[in-house]
């Protein structure tokens, strides 16, 4: 568990160092087999207005057998103009690709299949979530602009 907590503070402070204008915090609600709650950043890498490439560290929140339990996850989402999302994510105990909607990367309406990659198979099945993405600046470079004739 410390290796994952010393790779998150470490990808962090890459990110803080990075152009504050293509970061973002996170807020998801997820359900992959139980409830959890989800908090991270997130760093669009390119800066095309037609699609984006997002990558993110998060803690995921769960409660597993009335334990509380606190979890690193990495993801990386792709997305085009017509609003399309395509992405995967990977925790300890699961690997999930995800579909789903974005609504100028500020918004997040996705659904996948959690596949267990441990013996104790805390997530498993279809998967549905919500996310917000909020960025710290004002003008941001990492909301996608609505295209105008």
Known sequence: MKKYVILF?????????AQWNKT???????YTGRNVLQA?????????????????????????LHQDKFLPEANIYYTNIKSQL?????N??????R?????????YLN??????IHKEKYFKGITFGVQ???????????????KLM
Do not use: W
């Not at 503070?9 to 160092?17: D, E, G, K, S, Y």
């Not at 991270?40 to 560290?57: C, D, H, I, M, Y």
């Open 99 to 107: 579909i789903g909607f974005s609504l100028f990367n500020f918004m």
């Open 86 to 90: 395509m992405g995967v994510s990977v």
């Open 40 to 64: 991270g950043l997130e760093f669009k890498a390119n800066a095309a207005r037609e699609q984006s490439l997002v990558f993110g560290v998060s803690m995921l929140y769960t409660s597993v």
């Open 9 to 17: 503070f470490a990808f962090i402070t890459t990110v803080l160092n």
């Open 24 to 30: 973002a915090f996170n807020i998801a609600y997820r």
């Open 132 to 146: 917000f993405n909020i960025a710290p600046v004002k003008n941001s470079a990492f909301y996608d602009r609505l």
């Open 92 to 97: 300890p105990y699961s690997i999930e690709p």
């Open 111 to 116: 659904t996948g299949y959690a596949f267990p």
